[in-house]
């Protein structure tokens, strides 16, 4: 029971080369705004005819270029959950589902259980315009169910909501996806709800995937750019090798790591939270800097420091640094302050 | 006062009105999904009678359906009538020229269709037949209700193309266009006014009912 998808497509400038396979269990597809995402699931979902490519599920092609096949959308058996929903605004809840129930023509499941199940009792004679944008998640996905997709794919479902619905939500999916058992695709742009939500995720950088890879891996040692900055690392500097480790030369600085590296490293990446003040001078990546801003944010202080052996043109000279609002009483900006970077916090980062 | 160009005017206005509103439907919904090359050079065609003086469309209409034209001709010879000079003459003339209006109107309203609908439709396994019925429609219903009452306001109105592919015969072809413009000519002013009021008082009638249409859109079930 696994899904396999190889699209290659050309949309006006914008080119998309994807291809992975995942099993049973939730895969996350994290990846900026317009970096082919959505794209890449109406080409699983068959309602975009990708250029080449090979998508299969369970043995069963839904598409192949070579062999010119192409199965419709409709018996592909693949739900896809829209940002907003994209319930038809003309129909009530039970409409919806008794339209989906019919051109299913079997009675496997009841719309009343469906109602049910995803908590709609009392909206069945909504329009969509009239539930709120949890209700709205929650209708779409029992129109799904009442399809009975053996692939489920959710794309950005939280989105268009605020906070606390966000939240709400999230619990809901994560049942949904956990009850439905098969091949689930949980498209975001949002670290933590991948983190959350997803067993395994594939980064998409610019309309191309990087290697599908376990979550903790890519939370602990991403290794490229476009995964660290998905990952919600906010420090960067391009990168030289030299014979003591890597040479940050937006820092102005030498960093001893302890990650293996390898010749085609041009980045380096350091999370907030690992850049801490130092009580001395010297020591292993230890190194002088000036405070820009001290901000005091919601349950900590960001402090953004900018290294004194920094080059004045680098646009990435600024690091932010976050620790709890004890630590950073008295650090004003201006003053001069030394900070350390632990060598295994040193995060080399390819292309 | 004689009713028959009355009756004659809604009659053509109806029935063209009716001939616009599936073909300028279909004309937009294959238009929109047209690779674009396509799609300027149908565009342009379909819209070509909008811009035309309808003289110009009366004149190739003549040429075609005339009694010596290549269509006129064949259907005198096969089946023994006249598609020129005749009440249904107008038909022909106004569905040409408020095709456009229909067809425009439409597919505006599919360009701003949400193809999201569409494509939730398609993985929920309901066929493009019944979307397209239940989903794309309905939800465009503003820009295809407006289509078509414009193009049936057109028709009413239509004088160009008509009175050249029916002539003016009193009881026959007349319509409320050419019967102000006969009776203009004759200097009988009080009818002509006459028909002038009866042509503005169904303008305002359809333009009001659109309105209503627009603003009493669905009242909300709670």
New interface residues.
Partial sequence: MSLYAKIRHRAGRFRLDVEFETGPGVMGLLGASGCGKSMTLKCIAGVIRPDEGLISYDGRVFFDSRRKIDLPPQVRGVGLLFQNGALFPNMTLSDSIAAVLKSRGDNAVSAASLVKKFHLEGLENHYPENMSGGQRQRAALACIMARGPSVLMLDEPLSALDSYLRWQLEGELARVASEFGGVTLYVSHNRDEVYRMCSSVCVMNAGRTEALRSIDELFESPDTLASCLLSGCKNYSRAGISDRGIRALDWGTELACAVRFGPDTEYVGVRSHYVRKSDTKTGTNVFACRIDRVTRDVFGTIVNVIPLGAPSDGDFSRIRMEMPREEATGLRAGDEIYVRIRPEDVMPLKK | MDLFPLWNSIRVAGISTFITFFAGIFAAYYVSFAPRAVKGAFDCVLTLPMVLPPTVVGFFLLKTIGPLGPVGSRILALFGFKMTMTWYSAIFATAIVTFPLMYRTVRGAFETF?M????????????DT?LFW??RL??C?QGILSGTVLAFARALGEYGATTMVTGYIPGRTASISTTVYQLWREGNDALAYKWVFVNLAISFIVLISVNMLETGK?S???
């Fill in positions: 949400d999201d609908l569409q494509y939730f439709g398609q993985t929920l396994g309901l066929s019944y239940r989903v309905p939800n219903k669905r909300v079930a709670v």
